[in-house]
């Protein structure tokens, strides 16, 4: 349901852009979101945006390097100045969601109708 691309290894300092694109069905009808899972540790939210990608909300510790954008059929996740704690699986999700919401926050991991099957990123010299 969602074709990722954009993992790999990439050397500290560094920036990837993650792509996630939506199989059978209208990604333009959900919100998404972005999660992490480092090794040996539960999976934290990056952030989210809505649907129509006027709306986006971050964790704490992503605001900066962390960018969410999509397009019509495809969500994507940009990092810039990676360092090793960046290692993870990255996730994608998505949630059906109403036009014009805005977020304050995002979405619990239960409410995500469509997550991607993680994308390894791994962060090192």
């Known amino acids: 349901q969602f074709v990722e691309s954009g993992g790999g290894l990439v050397h500290p300092g560094g920036s990837l852009r993650l792509s996630c694109a939506a199989s059978?069905?209208?990604?333009?009808?959900?919100?998404i979101a972005w999660f992490r899972q480092a090794p040996g540790q539960e999976r934290e939210g990056v952030g989210c945006?809505?649907?129509?990608?006027?709306s986006s909300h971050y964790a704490h510790s992503a605001k900066g390097r962390f960018t969410i954008f999509r397009d019509t059929n495809t969500a994507y996740l940009r990092v810039n100045s990676l360092t090793a704690e960046d290692t993870a699986v990255y996730y994608c999700?998505?949630?059906?969601?109403?036009?014009?919401?805005?977020?304050?926050?995002?979405?619990?991991?239960?409410?995500?109708?469509?997550w991607g099957k993680g994308i390894q990123v791994t962060v090192s010299s």
């Open positions: 999700a998505a949630w059906p969601s109403d036009p014009g919401m805005v977020l304050r926050s995002c979405p619990t991991s239960a409410g995500y109708t469509y």
């Open positions: 945006m809505s649907r129509d990608g006027g």
């Open positions: 059978g069905f209208p990604l333009d009808y959900y919100g």
